[in-house]
């Protein structure tokens, strides 16, 4: 309701009028992450995959970016030499006509810039170089980087990763996890680096670093190990 009334879906948030203990209470979300080494078996089978998802694959796990705002990356949003991604927008398929394409801001309403690894800016040249030679020309900076395969303005539907990503991890046994769990395991993986809160916060775009917390930092079982064990020395 807050964010309809934010949205101005609604005049205001009829909420806002009941006692704290009259609101509904929200449930904490399970959490589905890969731990590090589901991670590196999860890239291994991507080896095997066509450059097009291999690369939309490696966007999610290691950025963090919603599936949306991976489909509505255009050229201009990748920066070779800074060796990173901005953030602009969003790509949502229309609730009543699945084949169209909304394409707004982002969640929030907010633009960031993302760091990436050179790895993954290798695999994007290489995709853009691949897509040029099938299309026959040059792509233009507001050409999708994840365009449909006969029009470099026209992204894919944000729900082909999920159909095309749960197929991928039947064929090969991983866990089942969604383009969007990718996305907590890249905010796991991050603070499991030593990334603190308000980093994870930032790379991710939350506006509240509670929500980051609650949804998207899991702890793997290692690393609970660990805080056991260096409580222990800190006893001993």
Same mark, same amino acid.
């Given at each position: 309701?807050?964010?309809?009334?934010?949205?101005?879906?609604?005049? #205001?948030?009829?909420?806002?009028? *009941?006692?704290?203990?009259?609101?509904? $209470?929200?449930?904490?979300?399970? !959490?589905?992450? /890969?731990?590090?080494?589901?991670?590196?078996?999860?890239?291994?089978?991507?080896?095997?995959?066509?450059?097009?998802?291999?690369?939309?694959?490696?966007?999610?796990?290691?950025?963090?970016?919603?599936?949306?705002?991976?489909?509505?990356?255009?050229?201009?949003?990748?920066?070779?030499?800074?060796?990173?991604?901005?953030?602009?927008?969003?790509?949502?398929?229309?609730?009543?006509?699945?084949?169209?394409?909304?394409?707004?801001?982002?969640?929030?309403?907010?633009?960031?810039?993302?760091?990436?690894? #050179?790895?993954?800016?290798?695999? *994007?040249?290489?995709?853009?170089?691949? $897509?040029?030679?099938?299309?026959? !020309?040059?792509? /233009?900076?507001?050409?999708?980087?994840?365009?449909?395969?006969?029009?470099?303005?026209?992204?894919?539907?944000?729900?082909?990763?999920?159909?095309?990503?749960?197929?991928?991890?039947?064929?090969?046994?991983?866990?089942?996890?969604?383009?969007?769990?990718?996305?907590?395991?890249?905010?796991?993986?991050?603070?499991?680096?030593?990334?603190?809160?308000?980093?994870?916060?930032?790379?991710?775009?939350?506006?509240?670093?509670?929500?980051?917390?609650?949804?998207?930092?899991?702890?793997?079982?290692?690393?609970?190990?660990?805080?056991?064990?260096?409580?222990?020395?800190?006893?001993?």
């Amino acid at each position: 309701m807050e964010y309809a009334a934010r949205m101005h879906y609604i005049e #205001r948030d009829p909420c806002r009028d *009941l006692a704290q203990s009259e609101k509904p $209470r929200r449930e904490k979300k399970r !959490v589905d992450f /890969l731990s590090p080494d589901e991670a590196r078996r999860f890239l291994k089978c991507l080896d095997g995959e066509s450059l097009f998802w291999k690369t939309f694959e490696n966007v999610l796990i290691t950025t963090g970016v919603r599936r949306g705002e991976a489909v509505a990356l255009q050229w201009r949003d990748v920066d070779f030499e800074g060796m990173s991604i901005s953030i602009q927008r969003n790509c949502t398929p229309d609730r009543n006509a699945p084949d169209r394409l909304h394409i707004g801001a982002t969640k929030t309403g907010e633009t960031r810039t993302v760091p990436v690894s #050179r790895r993954v800016l290798e695999m *994007l040249l290489k995709l853009k170089h691949k $897509r040029e030679a099938a299309l026959g !020309v040059a792509l /233009l900076p507001d050409s999708f980087v994840f365009c449909r395969a006969s029009d470099p303005f026209k992204p894919i539907n944000p729900q082909e990763p999920t159909r095309w990503q749960r197929r991928f991890v039947q064929r090969h046994g991983l866990p089942n996890v969604s383009p969007h769990d990718l996305r907590h395991t890249a905010a796991t993986l991050a603070l499991e680096s030593g990334a603190s809160l308000k980093e994870v916060q930032s790379l991710l775009g939350h506006r509240d670093a509670s929500t980051t917390l609650q949804f998207y930092a899991g702890v793997t079982e290692e690393r609970q190990r660990q805080t056991v064990e260096a409580i222990e020395n800190l006893l001993a």
